[in-house]
């Protein structure tokens, strides 16, 4: 029994020493409940959103005011015309307009009634839906406060969903599973393969070939760029012609970004599998590097908005964010190049800085 004691003992040390091990039993349980209890959330707060307000009095005032004060919503454009709200939300500016009628103070006297018009972005029917009963409850408690003394008939409400009138949910996950997808077979496949050569000793028997390095990175590659690719258009065909998913935008700009994430995706792998020594490593890392924070921290299943400061910040290094959004703006809205320059250069960025960092630790590791 004394040699079994101590046979745990020498385990216990050994996990001790081994700050990899550590990390895996106690690190990553922190992490993993601190991201899901911070990220993982329905609530919305601080909500970007727009108003054309037709009345300009006091009572109209007043009930912008008390869609601020009550936190879910932050006021970040005053229009001036009904024009602006297609560019708004074409520019993913706001979240929520709400449109006031021009007779809105006319509410508070009896036998008058107006009607207030919410609009929201129907590409994320889960965040609209949350948005549309906010604005609906703080309008409720707003009528009852003028209806208290002079009993005025409710606000009549109208509820639009912009680029989603059905309210279908299949419209933002179609976008979010190819970014997953894209992900797994590009950057995961990828970190696997490479370290699987190493592992098996078989990378040496590459690297004292004819070929240079640049074309060895390229030979595994490529298969993967046609295979994600394929998967794409898959993902895009089931979406559009079993879902109807609609595809208002560019079929060759949708193509040029989804091979822009793609190789971004691949240069992600090859880094990861410069510094893994196995499998296994390359495994772990890219569980807890690439997919997790591509499933809670890209926007595709809770909004970033209402995460803490240290999240939003975070979620600005993930490259599947800006991918689900280039998605949603050339296929449910139709935006051009005009509308998405801003976030592919953000990933076009990324992969340039991959790129690099993956050729420059493939370079050393030849020495």
């Not at 639009?160 to 309210?167: D, E, I, Q, R, S």
Request: aromatic share 12%; glycine share 6%.
């Amino acid at each position: 029994m004394k040699v079994f004691w101590a046979f745990i003992k020498k385990e216990f040390f050994h996990i001790l020493r081994d700050r990899r091990t550590l990390f895996i039993l106690i690190g990553m349980p922190i992490v993993q409940i601190l991201i899901f209890g911070y990220a993982v959330t329905n609530e919305f707060k601080g909500a970007n959103i727009a108003v054309y307000d037709q009345a300009q009095d006091e009572s109209s005032l007043d009930f912008i005011h008390q869609l601020q004060a009550s936190g879910h919503f932050q006021l970040v454009q005053n229009l001036q015309s009904p024009g602006e709200i297609e560019a708004a939300f074409q520019s993913a500016a706001i979240k929520m307009a709400v449109v006031i009628p021009a007779n809105f103070g006319q509410h508070l006297y009896p036998g008058q009634s107006t009607q207030l018009q919410l609009l929201t972005d129907g590409t994320d029917p889960n965040t609209a839906v949350t948005l549309t009963q906010y604005a609906g409850l703080i309008i409720q408690q707003f009528q009852h406060q003028g209806r208290a003394e002079r009993q005025a008939p409710p606000i009549l409400v109208e509820n639009k969903m912009v680029y989603n009138p059905a309210l279908k949910s299949v419209y933002l996950f179609v976008p979010g599973v190819m970014a997953l997808i894209l992900m797994l077979v590009s950057a995961m496949m990828t970190s696997l393969t490479i370290a699987r050569e190493k592992e098996l000793g078989t990378m040496e028997l590459l690297l004292v070939s004819p070929l240079p390095p640049f074309l060895i990175i390229a030979g595994k590659v490529i298969p993967y760029i046609i295979l994600s690719l394929l998967n794409a258009l898959l993902i895009l065909g089931v979406g559009v012609y079993v879902f109807g998913v609609p595809l208002i935008g560019s079929f060759w700009l949708l193509i040029g970004v989804c091979m822009l994430f793609i190789v971004l995706a691949l240069a992600l792998g090859i880094l990861i599998s410069t510094k893994a020594e196995t499998q296994q490593a390359a495994m772990l890392v890219s569980l807890m590097g690439l997919m997790m924070p591509t499933i809670l921290l890209s926007g595709f299943l809770f909004p970033i908005e209402s995460m803490p400061l240290l999240l939003q910040w975070i979620s600005k290094i993930i490259p599947a964010k800006y991918f689900i959004l280039l998605l949603k703006d050339i296929m449910l809205k139709g935006s051009g190049w005009y509308y998405i320059w801003t976030e592919s250069l953000v990933l076009f960025g990324m992969a340039f800085f991959l790129l690099m960092a993956s050729w420059k630790n493939f370079k050393i590791r030849l020495t």
